[in-house]
């Protein structure tokens, strides 16, 4: 049997740790599944749980973990194909989902007796790293043959070379490297921030448009942008893009001011008033 470790940080947009998150592992059925996965507290030992039944949540450094049990765990585990959704919530941050998340690794440590354990296409389907031992044997079987003749139509690794052609049987130490990626990489930190988008359209008074542009100093005008993104949180500096709609062309603004966490006020020089008419998108 084997547990495969999850494990998360939860953060806000500034990358900063949010404790006593509540976290929820369900199995991806469909979208609106809501039947708690099985998973294990300890790597080795224990009885399956849920994440409702232990009322998981983050720590002081907005961390958590759990172990899921493969196929051939006692009670509890999973085929390598079980797809996992997982969600997050805690008061004043917004609600986060990831769904259809894979769990098992795409390498699997061979086992010589997988064969008479399970069905001979799903030992012959999986990718699998094998020991020093193994492939020593194997080495010598095909340095046995002739050469020039490539056997099995193996060839040899070069590591540098860029072909993507040929089979190969590659080296101890390249296969412990792919091994050791693969086992060892984990998902990223969750932004439980959830950034929200905000579109408004800029234009001329009177024409209609979500925000007016009006007259300021010189050949410039501005319009005060309501963005609508301001959270229990706050969300006072959205990142801000400007978008002429008559050519589809990208618009520096001349400055961008936040005057509060619901409101932007963006300078733009307009040679042609009547000619403009502006998509702004705030996200935050």
């Known amino acids: ?22 976290v929820d592992f369900f199995l991806n059925e469909d979208t609106d599944s809501t039947q708690y996965a099985d998973i294990y507290v300890n790597p080795t030992v224990g009885h399956m749980t849920t994440t409702d039944a232990i009322d998981l949540k983050t720590n002081v ?17 999973y085929t390598s194909t ?22 098992y690794p795409p390498l699997y ?9 399970t069905p001979v296409s799903e030992a012959e ?21 002739v050469p020039s003749a490539s056997p099995h139509n193996i060839q040899p690794v070069i590591v540098c070379s860029p072909d993507t052609e040929y089979n190969k ?20 930190s969750l932004d439980a921030s959830a950034a929200d988008v905000d ?35 706050g969300n006072e500096y959205p990142i801000v893009q400007v978008v002429d709609r008559t050519d589809n062309t990208l618009i520096i603004p001349e400055t961008v001011y936040s005057i509060n966490a619901e409101k932007v006020r963006i300078f733009l020089e307009v040679p042609v008033l009547s000619a403009g008419t502006f998509v702004v998108t705030a996200i935050g």
Do not use: C
């Open 1 to 22: 049997m084997a547990r495969i470790h999850y494990w998360q940080y939860i953060v806000d947009e500034e990358g900063r740790p949010i404790n006593n998150v509540d």
């Open 61 to 77: 450094d907005g961390y958590f973990e759990f172990w899921v049990g493969d196929e051939w765990e006692l009670e509890g585990g």
């Open 82 to 103: 079980q797809k996992f959704k997982l969600t997050w919530y805690k008061p004043g941050i917004s609600r986060g989902t990831i769904e259809n998340i894979d769990i």
């Open 109 to 117: 440590q061979i086992d010589e007796t997988l064969a008479g354990q």
């Open 125 to 145: 389907r999986r990718n699998k790293v094998i020991s020093n031992e193994l492939a020593y044997r194997w080495e010598n079987h095909v340095n046995s043959m």
């Open 169 to 188: 049987v590659v080296s101890n130490e390249l296969m412990n490297k792919i091994f050791t990626l693969a086992v060892s990489a984990s998902t990223t």
């Open 199 to 233: 579109f408004s359209t800029v234009g001329p008074s009177g024409g209609g448009f979500d925000h007016p542009l009006i007259p300021s100093a010189g050949t410039l005008y501005y319009a005060n942008v309501t963005h609508n993104l301001n959270t229990p949180i």
